[in-house]
């Protein structure tokens, strides 16, 4: 006689589960499940057959994978949430009793939380963000044309802000900008960063009303995440290109509206990368353990950057070509950097046009 097999212990109802069930599993509101769904990247599927998914019931019902749902058993933002909604229980309790001076003290003590590992995870390779960019920079400038309304906080527009004017300092110095269209909607920008086609739309900056039947709370959870996204490539796409991060702002020029001119891109100094790899290679590898062969090499690798500098910098700009060598072996990219466009050029605007968008392309 063989073994007896469960009711529901293999095939669709094994596979995926519906929601009611990953609620109950994780033991968390409906609301931080929406919050943990879009931060890990975890979507509802439709199996092929409901009735099979859902155990027999053709009710209609939101289905996930089950083994997305058991991921999410070990994320630490669970027990976040719930530090938090025990902070909010405390702070409502001290409000309530008029007592102030415990409220202050619970809002000084507030739990913070990072979506740094949440990048790291979804994103393993730098191209993998790169891939994923389109929407985050889209979510990004939106937000930093917004208004500071009650639903928009005022710290969350100047972050935007701050963050795609980063961006955009990056395209003109990298001179990746490719392709622009102008619609109803906004302006498109079409840029090329590491062999990868990136598409945003930039809205025109006029007045805009705030609608009232958008949910800016699920709004804000994706742009939690996209903010810490774009910070992450940021950073990676100015220190590749030996530019220092954050770029510096001119307070004054800012404070004229500059725009894009009031921000500072400044190169890396030899001197401060050599001792940026010198402290962190002695922070992480200890005296001891260290042979003789790496601290020769510690040792020369100061003079050896200052001798390939010296030599960039001594190296005619030109070389002379052969007749019989082609054009082709000259550098397209080069070639194109070399010969701008726009490079000695002088542009008269007038107000109706949107200067920002031309300073940009131009």
Request: glycine share 4%; aromatic share 10%; net charge positive.
């Amino acid at each position: 006689m063989g073994k007896i097999k469960k009711k529901f212990s293999e095939g669709s109802s094994r596979t995926y589960t519906t929601r009611n069930r990953a609620l109950r599993k994780l033991q968390v509101s409906l609301a931080d499940f929406r919050r943990l769904c879009i931060l890990k990247g975890i979507y509802p599927v439709e199996p092929r057959s409901q009735k099979k998914a859902n155990r027999g019931s053709s009710k209609p019902t939101t289905f996930y994978y089950a083994k997305d749902i058991q991921l999410l058993l070990s994320e630490p933002l669970i027990a976040k949430f719930r530090e938090h909604k025990i902070f909010l229980r405390k702070l409502q309790r001290a409000l309530g009793k008029d007592d102030l001076t415990r409220a202050k003290g619970l809002e000084a003590r507030r739990p913070e939380y990072t979506l740094d590992h949440l990048v790291i995870e979804r994103y393993p390779a730098f191209v993998d963000a790169l891939r994923d960019l389109d929407d985050a920079l889209c979510m990004v400038f939106l937000f930093a044309t917004m208004p500071t309304v009650s639903k928009v906080n005022n710290e969350i527009v100047e972050d935007c802000k701050r963050l795609s004017t980063e961006f955009m300092h990056y395209v003109i110095h990298s001179h990746s900008l490719r392709k622009v269209f102008l619609s109803i909607k906004g302006i498109y920008y079409q840029a090329e960063i590491q062999g990868q086609s990136i598409t945003w739309i930039v809205p025109y900056q006029f007045s805009q009303n705030v609608p009232l039947d958008v949910d800016f709370k699920v709004m804000a959870t994706f742009l939690q995440f996209y903010r810490t996204l774009l910070g992450f490539v940021n950073y990676r796409l100015y220190t590749t290109s030996n530019l220092s991060y954050p770029p510096k702002v001119d307070q004054s020029m800012d404070d004229s509206a500059a725009g894009l001119g009031s921000l500072r891109v400044e190169a890396k100094r030899v001197e401060d990368l050599i001792k940026g790899v010198q402290s962190s290679d002695t922070t992480s590898v200890p005296e001891v353990a260290m042979s003789k062969q790496m601290k020769q090499r510690m040792d020369t690798l100061g003079s050896k950057i200052k001798k390939i500098v010296a030599a960039d910098t001594t190296a005619p700009a030109y070389e002379s070509v052969g007749s019989g060598e082609a054009d082709g072996d000259v550098d397209d990219e080069t070639r194109q950097i070399g010969n701008l466009l726009f490079g000695k050029q002088v542009f008269f605007l007038s107000r109706e046009v949107p200067r920002y968008s031309l300073e940009f392309v131009v």
